[in-house]
């Protein structure tokens, strides 16, 4: 039963085929994934520079490939659709990588990470605790499996990049990100209004999610500006805990 629902969609599974958040399904695969990120992490900073440098640029290669995969598998079984594009803040992630890995300025190189890391990594691990699929497919599934790995990599890539010493993680580099959201949220809200999706969730907010109890408390009408508040009060905590373990360790911020 196992291996005759690996490539089924769960347009053509049983309502019931999910596994759920938070079940023990769910769970094994997060340390699972997390003891591959580790031995992952320790056999990197193992190598030397050209290898280290081989396997920044290898890796999302790699995830273009995986994604072209997963495609040309939703095309083939006829369930490709609109909601399947790459405008997620998950799915933009490797794009951000590849100017990382191929990027020749050790500035932008720096800016992109900086990105990664403060932007991509904690998005990637929200989608890892709180996966949209789980309810969906059963664990030994294609789509459920590149959900999980997907997701893995967006996670193991920042961390790479700090431990390459390409990040210099500053407070002051917050406008990094906020002008990368500033670029990329007007189109792809203008896309979803146009296509009624729901890419980065500036159309309307998920089920279950923090999301939801901002709509409630701001309304339709100003939940983009709920939204545009959390999101630069998430960014700003994120570097303040930063901040606090780099000086709980004695250390300094030092800026590029």
């Not at 030397?48 to 995986?66: A, H, N, S």
């Not at 499996?145 to 967006?154: D, E, I, K, N």
């Amino acid at each position: 039963m196992m291996s005759g629902t690996f490539w089924t969609q769960y347009q053509d599974l049983p309502p019931d085929a999910g596994y759920g958040r938070f079940s023990m399904e769910h769970w094994i695969t997060l340390a699972v994934i997390a003891v591959l990120i580790v031995f992952a992490v320790r056999w990197f900073v193992r190598q030397d520079e050209g290898r280290r440098d081989r396997v920044m640029k290898i890796i999302p290669v790699c995830m273009i490939c995986l994604e072209l995969f997963k495609d040309g598998f939703l095309i083939r079984t006829g369930h490709f659709g609109i909601g399947y594009l790459p405008l997620h803040l998950c799915g933009l992630g490797v794009f951000v990588f590849l100017l990382i890995g191929f990027c020749g300025s050790e500035r932008w190189r720096g800016i992109f990470s900086e990105i990664g890391t403060i932007l991509i990594l904690p998005g990637a691990a929200a989608a890892l605790l709180f996966p949209d699929w789980a309810h969906l497919y059963p664990v030994w599934n294609f789509m459920n499996l590149y959900g999980f790995v997907w997701h893995g990599l967006l996670v193991l890539y920042p961390v790479l990049c700090l431990k390459q010493g390409w990040t210099s993680l500053c407070i002051r580099h917050m406008h990094y990100e906020l002008i990368f959201l500033a670029c990329v949220v007007p189109p792809v809200y203008s896309f979803d209004i146009a296509f009624d999706c729901n890419y980065m969730f500036v159309h309307w907010p998920p089920e279950g999610t923090p999301l939801e109890l901002i709509a409630g408390l701001t309304g339709d009408r100003w939940y983009l500006a709920g939204y545009g508040l959390f999101s630069v009060g998430v960014i700003a905590l994120i570097y303040l805990l930063i901040h606090l373990i780099h000086c709980a360790r004695g250390g300094k911020n030092h800026d590029r």
